[in-house]
């Protein structure tokens, strides 16, 4: 009794060191968060409630309720379209984006020859789309005409290799296969290059995932007879389904903060192209309400099947 006592004790004590550690580890954002961020968060929230006319001196509030919002979601002509189809967008693109970052994951962790350059070569669209790098990749024009010329640009048909699109859709309804699912398959095949550019992060963590799991258990389950579909089912995805969690919420969060995004430009053009603040950050609230929303249903819906390990 007093051996597990002692245990109890040592197990709380480390339990409570690590939590210190991660209390340390995100103190610099906590603090900046509360120092910069919450006055510029309450202000947004109180510019969206009121209308902002600036003069001379500064700008004057007039508090107009939720006048914005009713703006935002009843009158503007493109804002409550454009979320439904970027929702749309990302419902198409998230669940592509994390198979095939797994997919890589599973052959990258392979012991193969020059495993760390192919590891770099799907890592550097991380890079290549952040800050100057993106700004300079978006102006040049040597890229979006091959873009262009590849069917990257616009989703064309054709490919940099001849491949016509509309032959697959063509061969998958002559089998008979459903209108919705070839549609779907299309549609994953015209945006290939968007779902590879963001699935640089996903594998970088699918691989550290897969790096945590023991040997020893998939030796123990070839001796017991699984094969590979087996163990890949039966092992990988539950140890690795809370790194499937994390994920799919970053996913969904950078789908919906891409500086590309559409709601994103929308914002930003009512606010600095045609000086209404007010309307912009009713938006913004709006849009930050709803991926909040479907960020509680995804992590609730796939709480529900995450696999944690305990350890002894």
């Known amino acids: ?44 929230f109180w510019f969206s409630l009121n209308d902002i006319k600036l003069g001379n001196s500064g700008y004057e509030l007039s508090f107009v309720g939720l006048s914005s919002y009713k703006y935002a979601l009843f009158t503007h002509a493109t804002f409550v379209r454009d979320t439904v189809s970027l929702v749309g967008n990302l419902l198409l693109q998230s669940p592509a984006i994390i198979i095939f970052s797994l997919f890589i994951a599973v052959i990258l962790n392979q012991k193969m020859p020059a495993r760390g350059l192919f590891r770099a070569i799907f890592f550097l669209p991380v890079v290549m789309a952040t800050g100057i790098v993106l700004k300079a990749d978006m102006s040049n024009a040597v890229l979006e005409s091959m873009g262009s010329a590849a069917g990257i640009e616009t989703g064309a048909t054709l490919t940099a290799g001849g491949f016509d699109i509309s032959n697959v859709k063509i061969m998958l309804q002559e089998m008979y296969i459903p209108t919705e699912a070839v549609d ?51 092992i990988t995805v539950p140890l690795l389904s809370p790194i499937i969690l994390v994920n799919i919420i970053y996913t969904v969060i950078d789908g919906f903060t891409r500086s590309d995004n559409q709601i994103m430009a929308l914002i930003d053009d009512v606010a600095f192209s045609k000086m209404n603040y007010s309307a912009s950050s009713a938006m913004a609230w709006l849009y930050l309400a709803l991926v909040m929303v479907i960020l509680g249903v995804v992590a609730f819906i796939c709480y529900r099947f995450t696999f944690y390990q305990e350890r002894d």
């Open 184 to 234: 779907y398959i299309v549609n994953l095949v015209n945006n290939i290059y968007s779902v590879v550019n963001y699935s640089g992060v996903q594998i970088i963590l699918f691989l550290s995932g897969l790096q945590g799991i023991s040997p020893a258990v998939y030796e123990s389950a070839r001796v017991e007879g699984a094969n590979g579909w087996e163990s890949f089912w039966k």
């Open 1 to 44: 009794m007093k051996k597990d006592a002692k245990k109890k004790i040592k197990e709380g004590a480390l339990t409570r060191k690590n939590g210190l550690y991660g209390w340390f580890f995100i103190a610099p954002f906590v603090i900046g968060f509360l120092l910069i961020y919450v006055s510029i968060i309450a202000n947004s």
